[in-house]
């Protein structure tokens, strides 16, 4: 019952800051409702202790209890993943195909290192000794881009079809090379015992991500033989719900990818069911729906985001470290895009423009602080958690807020 009443508190919280920001802010919506849970949370801090100090220990204590990682990883981000793959078109993933597998691997192995020995050698200038493999540790989970900051943002950011398609399609797919890093670092950190031969690694990343696109390809499959058969919009929405939740529970059993799972299925419904088997009536209702859903999850997400910073403990001290690390982070960015287009033979030319909005649209979101806050406890996850809050924060509120301004003026030089 108290599970219930959490979620009840988060809806009515989400509902209001939805409205307050829709009616006065005007900001894309789920950044609206991260500046005003983050400018509510710095109230109570400020204020809300000597007013009523009952009440906002009760508070900070629901937001501390939560398991934040468990929320979103385990639960919200197969909602939001498999959300977003179903309105993408799959025939534009395959013109940007080559551009979208090799942002979505080498690059986030390529930044993950220039982030982590960047940082290795600069922050004992402002006295903060990090060893090497945690800050290795830091560029694995701050490397991956959002899936879920950046379709979010970039629907409502003037971009063109092809780049959006390039951002979105390398967000979506590289959590499973991003998570099978940080997986092995974090092992290797906290002096698990791990084989790293490039045969027992090479496994791990075919296992973790080639298990979650084929288990993703049959779920998608099965569930669209089954929507063929009916013309119920009622049991056909169910049918897709059964695939993101039970489809999560046997990606968890058999430990491969969930998020590429719920990717690959979203794509294969989304494009296989409502382009040929779906009556006018049942798409609608679908789109509508899932529509729905991204829109209550993306609130709740960024919500909890909000007030993450009312349960980090002595973020002040790591103003610095964060914005050294911020732009330590963009310039790792910068170089893991411009590199492959000098190197890899794509066959659309990389203009200055497009490497620039490919860059600072790298949005950084949820998926980064759920992977910080895994990190068991110990002298180095503070740093780590307060640092990749800033970045975070720094990455949705100023680049996405800048990121339509940056493609209109492109499109106008």
């Known amino acids: 019952m108290e599970l219930y009443y959490t979620f009840s508190f988060l809806i009515v919280l989400a509902a209001l800051f939805s409205y307050w920001n829709l009616r006065f802010l005007k900001l894309p919506s789920t950044i609206g409702v991260m500046v005003i849970a983050?400018?509510?949370s710095i109230l109570l801090v400020l204020f809300g202790n000597h007013l009523f100090p009952n009440q906002v220990n009760k508070f900070t204590n629901i937001i501390a209890e939560?398991?934040?990682?468990?929320?979103?990883?385990?639960?919200?981000?197969?909602?939001?993943?498999?959300?977003?793959?179903?309105?993408?078109?799959?025939?534009d993933l395959k013109q940007e195909r080559g551009s979208i597998l090799v942002f979505s691997t080498v690059s986030v192995v390529i930044s993950t290192f220039i982030v982590g020995y960047a940082l290795y050698y600069i922050l004992p200038f402002i006295h903060i000794e990090l060893p090497l493999i945690y800050c290795i540790l830091f560029g694995a989970l701050i490397s991956p881009t959002d899936p879920i900051a950046v379709l979010s943002i970039l629907q409502k950011a003037n971009v063109s079809k092809s780049l959006e398609t390039k951002v979105a399609g390398e967000s979506l797919f590289?959590?499973?090379?991003?998570?099978?890093?940080?997986?092995?670092?974090?092992?290797?950190?906290?002096?698990h015992d791990i084989d790293l031969t490039v045969t027992n690694i090479s496994w791990l990343v075919?296992?973790?991500a080639g298990g979650g696109v084929l288990l993703g390809l049959i779920l998608g499959w099965s569930a669209s033989r089954a929507i063929s058969r009916i013309d119920d919009y009622k049991v056909s929405v169910l049918v897709t719900?059964?695939?993101?939740?039970?489809?999560?529970?046997?990606?968890h059993a058999i430990h491969i990818s969930g998020p590429l799972t719920m990717v690959c299925?979203?794509?294969?419904?989304?494009?296989?069911?409502k382009s040929s088997i779906m009556s006018r009536e049942t798409k609608d209702?679908?789109?509508?729906?899932?529509?729905?859903?991204?829109?209550?999850?993306?609130?709740?997400?960024?919500?909890?985001m909000g007030f993450e910073l009312l349960i980090i403990k002595d973020l002040n001290h790591y103003y610095a470290a964060g914005l050294?690390?911020?732009?330590?982070?963009?310039l790792a960015r910068f170089i893991a895009i411009w590199l492959p287009t000098k190197i890899v033979p794509f066959k659309q030319k990389f203009t200055k423009n497009v490497i620039k909005i490919l860059v600072w649209g790298g949005l950084r979101g949820g998926v980064s602080i759920a992977l910080a806050l895994s990190v068991e406890n110990g002298p180095y996850k503070e740093v780590i958690v307060a640092t990749t809050y800033i970045v975070v924060v720094f990455s949705i509120i100023v680049q996405g807020l800048t990121i339509g301004k940056m493609a209109q003026k492109s499109k106008l030089e």
């Open 174 to 191: 590289n959590d499973g090379i991003a998570v099978v890093v940080f997986v092995i670092i974090l092992a290797i950190a906290q002096g």
């Open 265 to 273: 299925a979203g794509l294969f419904i989304g494009n296989k069911s």
């Open 38 to 40: 983050m400018v509510t």
């Open 206 to 208: 075919a296992k973790e």
């Open 241 to 251: 719900l059964s695939v993101v939740m039970g489809g999560y529970l046997i990606a």
């Open 285 to 304: 209702y679908l789109d509508k729906f899932w529509e729905l859903i991204d829109e209550i999850m993306n609130a709740i997400l960024f919500l909890l």
């Open 66 to 91: 939560l398991d934040f990682t468990e929320i979103l990883m385990g639960a919200m981000l197969n909602f939001l993943l498999f959300a977003g793959a179903i309105h993408i078109n799959v025939n």
């Open 324 to 330: 050294i690390a911020i732009a330590v982070v963009l």
